[in-house]
C-alpha cells in the first residue's frame, strides 16, 4: 500500500483559510505563566489557612485583617490569571 501525500483540511475551511498555525512554544509559555499565577492563588489561600489554624501572637483584628487580606490576594490572582 502506498502513502500519498494529503494535506490536512481543517474544518470549518472558511476560518483556517488565512494565516498560519500559532508556534507551539508560545502557546506552552503561555500555559506556563498561567499555571505560575494559579499555583501563586493557591500558596495565598494556603498561607490564609495557616494564618488563621496556627496560634500567631496577633490580635484577633490583626489575625483576620491579615487573613482576610491573604484570600482576597488569592482570590485576585486567580481571576487575573
Known sequence: ????????????????????????????????????????????LAAAIAIDVVDLDLSEYGRRTLVCTFITLGLVSAVLA
Open 1 to 44: 500500500m502506498t502513502r500519498t501525500n494529503r494535506t490536512r483540511t481543517r474544518w470549518p475551511s472558511w476560518i483556517y483559510a488565512e494565516g498560519q498555525d500559532p508556534d507551539y512554544r508560545f502557546s506552552l509559555a503561555n500555559e506556563r505563566t498561567f499555571l505560575a499565577w494559579i499555583r501563586t492563588s493557591l500558596a495565598l
